[in-house]
């Protein structure tokens, strides 16, 4: 008997482990990337999107935020997400841009008429649309649009006060196709450089200065080695919220609804907050620089016009500006 009793306890237990390895295998863990520093905006709001799902989902999902691109820059992110390396990230619409051109329409210069005009745009169903395109062209889904800040330009050794002080400057920018022709139809020298190398770009020369929101650039210490900042405001940063659409098919509803309403959720706190903390980061910014200038944006407007017409030619878009800039 003792020896039929042990049997059973075995078995027993063996089949306890099988029970406990098939909860862990029904696991699925979600690698959220992003390219910044865990006090950003969009990290803390990934930070709070992940915490939603991984309570709500009871150990169905557990997402695992990345920051200050351990995941790999932008690009690697969109890459990743259609190799299904990466499960989710924030990536910029301009980056997101060089897999589906029409996500540029969010990067084309002063296309948001200030932060009312923006969150009336990523609220309306525009937003969705450029959404559907994404997927269509990438198989990734976009759960929705997030905000940084209004992007402002710094320089390491003079300050920008007119149209003309661009002239012939190397200023970094990102894989980004409008923003890059921005740059060049106010005759800088725009240079792609990785989000990670931008700090000792500016600190050995490769560049004079960089473009970005201020709390990215505050966040990521650059008015250490830059000393001044120009709040030319030339584009929104608008970040898409990302998941592969190949994981989110394989979950359960249950789990895909968890992941839609923690995402909505999400969205409505960045877009409360997203405008204070880029004022706020500004001021920072000012106190930490020589000097900061508000030069005239007429001038700037004006010299990029061209862009709008090129990138709608280029990618059938005319329509989709149209509808942005109608909003109201």
Do not use: C
Request: net charge neutral; aromatic share 8%; glycine share 6%.
């Amino acid at each position: 008997m003792r020896n039929v009793a042990w049997v059973l306890v075995l078995a027993s237990a063996f089949l306890l482990g099988l029970a406990a390895t098939g909860e862990a295998a029904a696991k699925q863990v979600l690698k959220l990337g992003t390219i910044l520093p865990t006090d950003n905006i969009l990290t803390e709001n990934a930070q709070e999107f992940a915490k939603k799902v991984n309570e709500r989902s009871k150990g169905e999902v557990e997402v695992v935020v990345y920051p200050n691109s351990q995941l790999g820059n932008e690009r690697d992110l969109m890459e990743g997400l259609q190799l299904g390396t990466v499960q989710m990230a924030e990536v910029s619409g301009g980056v997101m841009s060089t897999f589906a051109p029409e996500a540029g329409v969010f990067s084309l210069p002063f296309v948001f008429n200030g932060w009312d005009h923006l969150d009336k745009v990523l609220k309306n169903p525009v937003a969705d649309r450029l959404g559907e395109i994404v997927l269509k062209k990438t198989g990734i889904r976009t759960l929705g649009w997030m905000e940084q800040g209004f992007r402002v330009t710094l320089t390491v050794k003079k300050p920008i006060n007119s149209l003309k002080d661009f002239e012939g400057l190397k200023i970094r920018v990102p894989e980004d196709k409008v923003l890059i022709r921005t740059f060049q139809l106010v005759k800088a020298a725009p240079t792609v450089i990785p989000w990670g190398e931008v700090y000792t770009s500016l600190q050995t020369g490769v560049v004079e200065g960089m473009e970005s929101t201020t709390p990215a650039m505050y966040t990521m210490k650059f008015y250490e080695v830059a000393n001044y900042i120009a709040e030319t405001n030339h584009q929104h940063s608008v970040v898409g919220f990302l998941i592969s659409d190949k994981v989110f098919q394989s979950l359960s509803r249950a789990a895909q609804d968890i992941i839609v309403q923690a995402a909505r959720e999400t969205l409505e706190s960045n877009y409360r907050d997203a405008r204070g903390t880029a004022q706020k980061s500004l001021e920072l910014l000012r106190a930490k620089v020589k000097q900061s200038t508000t030069p005239d944006l007429k001038p700037f407007q004006e010299a990029v016009q061209p862009v709008y017409k090129e990138f709608a030619d280029q990618t059938g878009t005319a329509d989709l500006i149209r509808q942005v800039q109608a909003v109201r």
